[in-house]
């Protein structure tokens, strides 16, 4: 991701965005899958068809709901050997002979490069996601823009707003409480 020069509700996916990334094949063993997130350092990434186009996300949230489905109940995801830390880590060997097609979730998040931080913030709380892909007008996956990204841009503005001397900017944030 860049550092934008661009006030903070001026930003885009694009200027947001990692355009790094991780690309699971829909085919791909669910095993095959845990071992790329985990040796990439990511916990979810865009599932891709035989085209590139983006038809899911698999993320560590998916292998909770595994856990949940398929051993029973939440009390089996904190105490099964397939996890490292109850929720998160997944001990691959643990895991079905499935590809990841089964086991993603279906109908991702996708937005434009051209769509504005409120758009962003706004799919994930509406959606209860920490991460939106983002695409090329073929569905083909282009960058990623997390939660912890968008922090990141309130950070440096908060930062840049100090280091003006700026009392406020131009846009109010309204919070609900």
């Known amino acids: 991701m860049a550092t934008p020069t661009k006030s903070l509700f001026r930003l885009t996916a694009a200027d947001l965005m990692s355009a790094s990334l991780v690309l699971i094949p829909e085919e791909m063993s669910l095993k095959g899958a845990a071992h790329q997130l985990a040796q990439a350092s990511v916990t979810g990434a865009p599932v ?3 085209e590139g186009r983006c038809v899911g996300v698999l993320s ?4 909770v709901h595994w856990m949940d489905r398929d051993e029973g109940s939440v009390h089996a995801c904190a105490a099964s050997p397939a996890f490292c830390a109850s929720w998160q ?7 079905p002979d499935a590809t990841v097609r089964d086991y ?3 109908d991702p998040v996708m937005v434009v490069a051209s769509a504005s931080l409120g758009e962003l913030a706004r799919k994930m709380v509406d959606v209860h996601i920490h991460r939106v892909i983002v695409t ?3 569905n083909k996956p282009i960058g990623i823009v997390s939660s912890t990204d968008i922090l ?5 503005a908060d930062q840049m707003r100090k280091a003006t ?11 609900a409480s």
């Open 48 to 50: 891709v068809n035989h």
């Open 60 to 63: 560590a949230t998916d292998f």
């Open 89 to 95: 880590i997944v001990d691959h060997d643990k895991l």
């Open 104 to 106: 993603m979730t279906r």
């Open 136 to 138: 090329d007008f073929r």
């Open 152 to 156: 990141a841009a309130v950070v440096r």
């Open 165 to 175: 001397g700026a009392a406020e900017q131009n846009e109010t944030v309204a919070c």
